[in-house]
Every structure is written in C-alpha cells, then in structure tokens.
C-alpha cells in the first residue's frame, strides 16, 4: 500500500491524500516522502496536471518527523542525508511552476508544517483543537525540513524565531492572523472546494522567496535591526537556558545565517545545524524519555492488564483547601461530577470559588465562555454532608496532613459508599499502607499524590499500599489519564519517589551552605544543572518549617520501628533558621529577605556561614546537585520504589523539573554510563559522606555492563 495516494480530478487538479500504512499518524520518514516525490514528479511532468493539493486521510495532516527511525540514527550522515533528501522534493514541488496547495485537516506539526510551509498556500480546518507549530525545540531538535528558512522568509524572523524557539502550537484562527495560513475552511468538503479554487486562480504560483525581487518581510540578517537583535539573542537564549539547549543556538544561527544567503544554500546550513541537534545527547535524553517513555506510560505500560477500562462518573473530594480544589476543578474540567466536601460550609464554598477565580480569568482572556464556565461550576456541589458522597465512584481525601483526622474521614465516608468503589488519599508524606489502616476494604485504598498547583502541574504519583488490588490501581490510573495528567506508580515507601529525590536536591544545597559554600554559587549551580529554581530558593518556596516536621516525624518514626537514623547533614541548617524564625517565603524571610521588590539572599546568611577562602568550582556543586538525585533515584529503583525507569524519569521531570535536557534522574545515569557514575559518585562519598556510595543496582550494571532498563 502506499503512502500516499494520487487521484487526478476532471479540473485536473491532482489530489495527494497521505495515508501511511500501519501507522494512526502521518509521520515524516522515507515511506512517505517517497510518496510525495512521485506526487512532486506527476505534477511536474504531466501537462495533464494543473495542480496539487496535498491532504491526508487521516486524522492529523501530518504530525511531524519519524522519531522512531530518527532515533536509531548514529552517524551526522544519516540525517543530514535524509533532510537534503526532504528538501529535494519540497523544492522539486514548489518550483515546478504549477499551484500546490496544502489542504490541512488536521495537526500539522514539525516536519507536517514544513510540507505545508512548501505549499504556495494552506488552508485549514477552522477546528480550535488542530494545532499548528514547530515543537521540535521541545526533543531538543530544530525544523529540518527547511522550516527555518521558508518561516522566517513568510512572516518575518521575530515571528519565526518564535514559533521555531518557543516550540508552541496555534489554533487555526491564530495561525491565520499571524500569515502561516492563506485561509480557513469550514469542513472537509469546504476545505478541498477552496483547495481546488485556489489552485485555479492561481496557474503560474510562486513562492515569494523564489520570485527575482524577494525581500525578507521585516529584512533579512544583513539590516540594522537584524544585526542588533542577533547581537544579543544567543547571550538571552543562552543566559536562560544556561548552554544547556544546544538546538536553541542552532535555530538562531540557522535564521541568522539562511538571512545572508541564497534559499539552497540556506538550506544546506539548516541539514547540517539538523544533524548536529539529532546527535547531541541532548536530544537523545529528550527523545527517550519525553517522547518514547512517556508514550509508553500514557499508553498504560504502568498500568495492570486485564483489568477493563474504566470512567469516573462521580467523585467525592474530602478537604476543600488548596488542593482538594485543585483536584475539583481539574476533574470538573474532563466533565467529572464533583462534590466538594469541608467541615463547614464556608469552607467548601471557598474551594469551589477557586475554579470559579480560574475560569473568570479564563473568560476575560478569550480561552472560555460564560456558558462554558457555568457549565462547570455547575458540576462541583460544595458541601458538608457525608450523605452527598453517596454514588461516587472514587473519592479522595485532601484534609490535614494528620493520620488521625485521615483515619476519621475515611471511615465517614466509607459508609457512605458502594463496596466497589475507590478511595484515595493525596497525603504528600504519611504511607498508604499505614493509612489504609482505617479502611474497611484496604484492597480498594490507594495514594493519588497531586502535585501544587493541581491545575498546572502535569504528573499524579500513583501510591500502591501492600493491600491495595490491581483493579484499584487500573481505576486509579485511568482517573488520572481522564483528567488529563500523566500517572507514574511507584510502590509505598517514606516520601514514595518524588518528595524523597526532589529532598535530596535541596538539601545537598542547604549542606553545602554549611560546608562553607557561599550561598549564591549555590543557587547559580542549581541553575546551571537546569534545575527551574535553585536550591535554597526552592527551600524558601516550599517552607522550612515543612522540611522540619517532615525530618522529625521520620525520625520518630524510624525510632518507633527499631531502625536506624542518620540526618542530613543540611538538617541543622534548617533547624537553626526554623528557630531564628525564618521558615520560608510565607512568612517573607528564610534564605531570602522577601520585600515588595523582590527576593534577596539574607546578607546574614555569610555570617552565619562564613564562605570558605577557597571556593570549589563550579563543576563539583552541579555534580553534587544532580549525583545525590540521581543517586537516590537509583536507590528507589534497587528497592522497588520505582516499578520502572520511564516512571523514575518522568516522574522526575514532570514532578519536580529535574533537567529536562538530562531525560530525567535515571537517564541521568545511563547517559553519564554507570561505570563513571559510580566513580564520580564514589570520589564524592569519599569527601561528602555516604549519600553518595552509589546504589548497588548501579555499582552491579559497572561491574557487569548495561544499562538502567524496564
Ligand atoms: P489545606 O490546609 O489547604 O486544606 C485542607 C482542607 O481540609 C481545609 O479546607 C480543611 O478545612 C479541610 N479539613 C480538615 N479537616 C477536615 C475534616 N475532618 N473533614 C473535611 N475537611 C477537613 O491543605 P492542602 O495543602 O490542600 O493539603 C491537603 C492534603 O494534600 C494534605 O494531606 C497534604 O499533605 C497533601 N498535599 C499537599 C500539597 C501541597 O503542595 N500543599 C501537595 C501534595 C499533597
């Protein structure tokens, strides 16, 4: 079967409908390409033929490059061939002197917008949810396809370097009003009809880059304003990506180079930034994690089979406060029955206000409609009465962080509901085993751990307790696949797997303020391992006071089981601001000084803890950063923490912003390769103490050879 499909129309206009066998997208890769060249070479040598319009039959028009074939690539050759090879029939079909025109149905997305961007016009389903960009910047790659040149030469570089850096998608209407899309259609039938017209009053099409006098609108690399902006772009880019997004200089010098030459020639400098980004380990890392991993996880490789799909119908929030009203609104949003219970009703009243504050904001932006946020409020019932719970077929509580009032709420609600429902706890600390405890049916009790603010935040850390069934934990994953986020399940344990890695960040920040490091190379390691906040600014944000309960609860804890404590050495830092009052952002004074200005680090800060005359470089605190997260990671692995590597790196990414460009706290490892790993780690032991003796999965994989797998 092939790709795509050529039906040639008594106006003569030949229809190019890409369907890719085997495949629920169209994706770019040498099947398909193969089958645009015989529709470039038809329309080119047939005087049968007057044009082109190039659709697809399925869903999306085309959703960007074949990461799979891309992924096996090992030599620079293999895609800097395969993007000239790309090019090649682009230009073959836009310079051939007859009208092409791209007839979008769906997505266009990365390499689907550079066939599209070849086209002399395209014109789009006007569909709010087809998306239309370049997200290659998001896997760490750049439009190879001849996207950086053709953009730029169609709307202008700011514009261009927008789309391509940003990597964000437009919704027809916003594509339109930028120049990407010549017109919109109402439906398929209206789509080709337009199609077929333009082609007709357009005979002889050109593209404006192709015509004797084409100017670049706005002026290309050689005008005044271009050589001030690529003055100081790459110093901007590379300030807030710290170097560590390698795509992002080579889309700038893409843009800034393509401006100073002919468009062929151009297009060779994009093949070869193209290949240099395809073999960084950083798209590696990205494309492993953010798009094989996490297609896996989505696709429910975490998720026990056997078990039928299943939809939330009702759901019962327990605590109204800042989380349970997260979780209302979010599970309102997929259409989820919500009541919203509190002890009084003033209380579940304010948490119902926060979806309402949301979705006002929403409404003064244009993003939703009066009608649309009624609709939602009036699916969240606040209340006060247990009874209300009856009919839900999950319910998860979100009251204090106190095993007593836990134990209270589930047993009220408990017999409000059926024998087959769920019911789950969003505690950040206490373990679920202990916790379903108070449960009457423990196998139907699991952790859903939401993440702050619920209605940002992407991941949901699935908590399997000892008792919990595989049906609960099947229902558990499918609810959170229903709001939209993605699920990682990890098995009980103190702190389960994000709370417990992401400490080990900010702690090993907090001990080396102790060992005399002075405050700001610590905050600017934290930035320079790519980590979204450093280290003690984040101990800020989240309140020392917290990190301080946590600590001593765990050491009661572990004392009442009989087991061995040693605290962080960062601990004493933390004990000693908690007493001086300063406990964090909330109350405007921890690490930092908070005023109306600002934050500042706290000038006491080097008094307290004088720097060391000799400062280490900055090299030895990112490794720190980033060995003592990775290391513990492991550790979570080795113990059956985590049930799988792809959990291990989203979770991290998604949960607390470990690097993304790392591909998340294991792949940290495997990149790294774990016979360095654990000679790092080990010269790290041997000076910072023994949170840095490597986890013994790791030391055996050194030993033995391969890599963190499953
Ligand atoms: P919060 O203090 O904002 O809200 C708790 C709510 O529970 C309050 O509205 C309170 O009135 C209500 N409540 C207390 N006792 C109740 C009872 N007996 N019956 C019904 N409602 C009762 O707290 P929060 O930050 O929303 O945290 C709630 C839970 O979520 C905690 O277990 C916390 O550990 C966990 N959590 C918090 C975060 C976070 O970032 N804040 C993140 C993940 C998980």
């Not at 294991?666 to 010269?683: D, H, K, T």
Request: aromatic share 6%; with cysteine.
């Amino acid at each position: 079967m092939n790709a795509v499909t050529l039906t040639l129309g008594d106006d003569g206009i030949l229809v190019a409908t890409m369907d890719l066998p085997g495949r629920t997208m169209n994706v770019v890769g040498d099947t398909l390409m193969a089958g645009l060249a015989e529709a470039a070479e038809r329309l080119a040598t047939d005087p049968d033929v007057k044009g082109l319009v190039l659709t697809s039959a399925k869903s999306d028009f085309c959703a960007g490059g074949d990461l799979d074939n891309m992924f096996t690539w090992t030599r620079p050759e293999q895609p800097f061939e395969a993007c000239n090879a790309m090019k090649q029939v682009l230009r073959r079909m836009e310079t051939c002197g007859k009208p092409v025109v791209a007839a979008l149905n769906g997505h266009a997305l990365g390499g689907g917008l550079e066939i599209a961007l070849a086209c002399h016009a395209r014109i789009a389903i006007d569909d709010p949810r087809l998306k239309i960009g370049q997200p290659e910047v998001k896997l760490g790659l750049l439009p190879g396809g001849g996207g950086t040149q053709r953009l730029p030469r169609l709307l202008g570089m700011q514009p261009a370097l927008q789309l391509m850096l940003e990597g964000n998608d437009l919704n027809p209407q916003k594509a339109l009003g930028l120049g990407l899309l010549t017109e919109l259609a109402s439906d398929r039938n209206d789509l080709m009809f337009k199609a077929r017209s333009w082609c007709a009053t357009h005979p002889k099409a050109q593209q404006p880059w192709d015509a004797p006098k084409f100017r670049w609108p706005g002026g290309d690399s050689r005008t005044p304003a271009a050589l001030q902006m690529f003055s100081i772009a790459p110093s901007i880019a590379s300030v807030k990506s710290q170097g560590n997004y390698p795509a992002v200089q080579h889309i700038l010098s893409c843009v800034f180079e393509g401006g100073l030459l002919d468009f062929d020639n151009a297009c060779l400098v994009e093949s070869r930034y193209f290949a240099a980004c395809v073999m960084s380990p950083e798209s590696k890392n990205m494309i492993g994690s953010l798009w094989f991993q996490l297609n896996a996880i989505k696709r429910g490789a975490s998720r026990p089979q056997g078990v039928a799909p299943s939809k939330v119908r009702k759901l019962g929030i327990l605590g109204a406060g800042m989380m349970g009203a997260g979780i209302a609104y979010v599970s309102a949003k997929s259409g989820i029955d919500v009541v919203l219970l509190d002890t009084a009703m003033d209380a579940a009243e304010r948490g119902k206000a926060y979806s309402q504050g949301l979705l006002d904001h929403a409404v003064k932006k244009g993003r939703s409609t009066h009608d649309k946020r009624d609709a939602l409020l009036a699916k969240i019932t606040p209340t006060t009465d247990y009874a209300r719970l009856e009919g839900c077929d999950l319910v998860i509580e979100a009251v204090f962080e106190d095993r007593a009032i836990k134990a209270d709420v589930t047993a009220k609600a408990e017999a409000r509901l059926a024998p087959t429902a769920v019911f789950a706890s969003n505690t950040s600390t206490l373990p679920i085993t202990g916790l379903a405890k108070a449960s009457v049916r423990p196998a139907h009790f699991i952790g859903l751990h939401f993440f702050s603010p619920v209605d940002k935040m992407p991941l949901v850390e699935i908590i399997v307790g000892e008792q919990t069934s595989d049906e609960t934990l099947a229902r558990g994953f499918d609810y959170v696949l229903q709001i939209g986020k993605t699920p990682i399940v990890v098995n009980d344990s103190r702190g389960f797997y994000t709370s417990r890695v992401f400490g080990t960040y900010v702690m090993e920040g907090i001990a080396m303020l102790k060992e005399g490091v002075h405050p700001r190379s610590i905050e600017v390691a934290g930035l320079q391992a790519g980590m979204p906040m450093p280290p003690l600014a984040l101990q800020d944000e989240v309140s020392l006071s917290l990190g301080l309960f946590v600590a001593d609860q765990t050491k009661k804890d572990l004392a009442a089981e009989g087991k061995p404590h040693a605290e962080h050495p960062g601990m004493s830092v933390v004990r000693q601001l908690c007493e001086a009052g300063r406990i964090g952002k909330k109350v405007g004074k921890g690490f930092y000084d908070y005023t109306e200005d600002g934050k500042q680090l706290w000038p006491e800060l080097t008094t307290l803890y004088p720097p060391a005359a000799q400062q280490p470089e900055a090299r030895e605190l990112v490794d720190r950063l980033m060995i003592a997260q990775a290391n513990e990671a492991a550790r979570c692995l080795e113990e059956g923490v985590l049930r799988s590597v792809a959990d291990g790196n989203i979770g991290s990414i998604f949960g607390w912003g470990f690097a993304p460009f790392q591909g998340g706290a294991l792949q940290y490892i495997n990149a790294m390769g774990p016979a360095a790993f654990v000679a790092r780690a080990r010269e790290l032991a041997a000076r910072f103490g023994p949170r840095f003796e490597p986890a013994a999965l790791v030391v055996k994989l050194a030993e033995q050879g391969g890599l963190l797998k499953g």
